[in-house]
C-alpha cells in the first residue's frame, strides 16, 4: 500500500509539473524571437533522387516513398515503350535486402531484381505500351509502390 501511495504522489506532483510547463510555454514560445523559433523547427527528412540507373531516355512518371529509407521510381521511355522500376535508398550504407519489382497489373507477369544492396535494387524492365503497371521497391522490410498505375493509351499498339 505505501508504495502506491507513494506513485500516486510522486504522480501527482509529475503532473502538477508537467500542467504549468504547459500552461507557460505559450508565453514562453511568444516571448522567444521569431528567428530563434524558425531555426528551432525540425528539419524535413531527406529524400532519395533518381539516380538515372534506367539509363538514357528513361523520365520519372511515378513514384513512392519507402518511408525515411528511399524512394521507388517508375520511369518510362516513350521511344521503346518501356517502364523501368529502381529503387534508391536515401543514405546508402551497409548492404541491406532491397527489391525493385514492376508487372502487368492484369497478369502475373513480374519482373524483380532482389538481393542484398549499399545504394539501389534495380533496374527492372518491361514494356508495357498500353497496359497498367504494378511496381514496387523494398528496404529492409519496409514497402512502398502502387498497383494498376501509369496506364498507357490502349490503342497502343505492342511489339
Not at 6 to 25: D, E, K, N, Q, Y
Not at 52 to 64: E, F, I, K, M, Q
Not at 73 to 84: D, E, M, P, V
Amino acid at each position: 500500500m505505501t508504495i502506491i501511495r507513494r506513485a500516486s504522489a510522486i504522480g501527482a506532483a509529475v503532473t502538477a509539473t508537467a500542467c504549468a510547463a504547459i500552461a507557460l510555454a505559450p508565453a514562453a514560445a511568444a516571448a522567444e524571437p521569431a528567428a530563434q523559433r524558425a531555426t528551432a523547427a525540425p528539419k524535413a527528412a531527406a529524400v532519395a533522387k533518381y539516380n538515372g540507373a534506367c539509363g538514357g531516355g528513361y523520365s520519372v512518371v511515378n513514384s513512392a516513398q519507402i518511408g525515411t529509407k528511399g524512394t521507388v521510381f517508375l520511369t518510362y521511355n516513350s521511344a521503346t515503350g518501356k517502364n523501368c522500376v529502381v529503387t534508391v535508398r536515401t543514405t546508402p550504407g551497409k548492404a541491406v535486402h532491397m527489391t525493385a519489382s514492376l508487372g502487368f497489373a492484369s497478369s502475373t507477369t513480374t519482373v524483380t531484381d532482389t538481393g542484398y544492396y549499399t545504394t539501389y535494387a534495380g533496374p527492372v524492365y518491361l514494356d508495357a505500351r498500353g497496359l497498367c503497371v504494378t511496381w514496387r521497391g523494398e528496404i529492409s522490410g519496409e514497402v512502398a509502390g502502387k498497383n494498376g498505375t501509369n496506364c498507357g493509351s490502349l490503342a497502343a499498339n505492342r511489339h
